[in-house]
């Protein structure tokens, strides 16, 4: 275990997709698909019907555009070596029936459950060892690029922008595992924080402790190796669905497998925002983002201060006040919402403006960005969480790709 370096969960796995061209603007909640007139809808917090109030759950997108190739889990689905299936693999840590601000969930899964994939060291022992885990796998490979090129990578090429693939041997050359941030001479930037014991979750001072477990170790005579991994789903780079601060969101279903793959992925801004201050309605203002743009990620005094970086939750950190918030709401199309720390909103205005974001159920917000070494500008960003049926956060693997 003590090899297994950043190990890092790859919701690009369990969340394997295809993606089209991104262009259309929509809701991040709109009618089911096919009713695609809600491209035009605009709003809005204060619609509650009673339609309204049932989670659409989609596999494809746009008529085609996106289709979703991972399977949703629930305690029902296969699990290996199970008669029972996967079970309970989901609890309430807090619950807003017991008093609590929010809905805070944990999850516990075996690494090879429902769509995912395998590391080298899954088989290989020297391989586990050596540290050639899911962190080390390459984006370029489980991602498509726009534009193939005629000498193909393999899964390990030994050096940036090497693409020669002269790795697909299995000599020694090939035993020590990169784990990159920029892959393709900056084609795809990885913009998720690894796992380890010291990620940063909230009300932590020692972050998410051991949260991997090898159930079968090949070391005591197993064929493979097989962890299980143990998380606050607020934990890391993630997500947060409408049922996090909105217990009757909660219990309607707008879970992490309700949000919509299109806010998720799209054209996207990256900006600075000013220093000194938390987001608020003056500071929003400042930054003159035009209308049409709908995804920002917000870089803030937090990437400075490499807060992510540190196992003790810091109530220090910077994010959006109630009237910044509320500002963005009501004077932009920004759907989707990326903020450099555990909370998109300041720790004064916690719940607030959560609150605020949150209740028109159109929102995404992406919470512990890794936003370091990148340059603002536009991109395209690919945001998957897993699908965790009833989960009202999600680990949530983010690229950004130029
Ligand atoms: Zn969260
Ligand atoms: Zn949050």
């Known amino acids: 275990m003590t090899q297994l370096q950043s190990f890092l969960l790859t919701c690009t796995v369990a969340h394997v997709m295809l993606l089209f061209a991104l262009a259309t603007p929509d809701a991040a909640y709109p009618p089911p698909y096919g009713l ?22 989609r596999e494809v997108y746009g008529g085609g555009r996106i289709i979703d190739i991972s399977h ?25 029936k017991n008093g609590s ?18 590391a080298p060291g899954h088989v290989y022992d020297h391989y586990f060892d050596a540290g050639f885990d899911v962190d080390t796998l390459d984006l370029d490979v489980l991602n498509a690029i726009p534009i193939l090129s005629s000498s193909s990578s393999c899964a390990y090429p030994s050096g940036y922008g090497d693409g020669l693939g002269d790795c697909v ?37 020692e972050g998410i402790g051991q949260f991997l477990t090898l159930l079968t170790s090949m070391k005591n005579g ?12 607020h934990s890391g780079t993630h997500v947060d669905a409408p049922g996090h601060m909105y217990d009757n969101y909660y219990d309607e279903g707008y879970d992490v497998d309700s949000l919509d793959l299109r806010v ?35 870089r803030t005094l937090n990437t400075d201060r490499g807060l992510m970086y540190k196992k003790a939750f810091d109530t220090s950190y910077v994010g959006f006040m109630k009237d910044g918030a509320q500002w ?12 450099d720390y555990l909370s998109v909103a300041a720790f004064n205005d916690l719940i607030p403006s959560h609150l605020v974001f949150l209740e028109g159920k159109e929102i995404i917000l992406v919470e512990g960005l890794k936003l370091d070494d990148v340059q603002p500008g536009i991109y395209s960003v690919h945001c998957l969480p897993l699908r965790l049926v009833g989960a009202e956060g999600s680990p949530i693997r983010c690229i950004l790709m130029k």
């Not at 969930?105 to 090879?112: D, F, G």
């Not at 197993?222 to 789903?233: C, Q, T």
């Not at 996207?268 to 743009?293: C, Q, Y």
Request: aromatic share 6%.
């Open 72 to 96: 949703r889990y629930h305690s029902e689905m296969p699990s290996w070596e199970s008669d029972d299936g996967l079970g309970h693999f989901l609890w309430l840590a807090k619950t807003m």
């Open 222 to 233: 197993s064929d493979y190796n097989f962890s299980e991994m143990k998380l606050p789903v």
């Open 264 to 298: 998720l992925n799209g054209p996207a801004l990256l900006v600075d925002v000013p220093r000194d201050k938390n987001i608020t309605a003056e500071v929003m203002k400042s930054l003159h983002i035009p209308k049409g743009v709908r995804r920002v990620l917000f």
């Open 328 to 339: 963005l709401v009501n004077n932009t199309d920004i759907k989707l919402v990326g903020i």
């Open 101 to 118: 601000l929010s809905n805070n969930s944990e999850m516990k899964l075996p690494a090879h459950t429902g769509t995912h994939v395998d």
């Open 169 to 205: 041997g299995v000599g020694d050359s090939c035993l020590s595992p990169m784990s990159r941030q920029v892959h393709e001479n900056g084609e795809i930037f990885d913009i998720t924080h690894k796992f380890t014991p010291h990620t940063p979750v909230g009300d932590s001072t």
């Open 36 to 57: 695609d007139q809600s491209w035009t809808t605009t709003t809005t917090a204060s619609a509650s019907s009673a339609d309204d109030l049932i989670p659409v759950r």
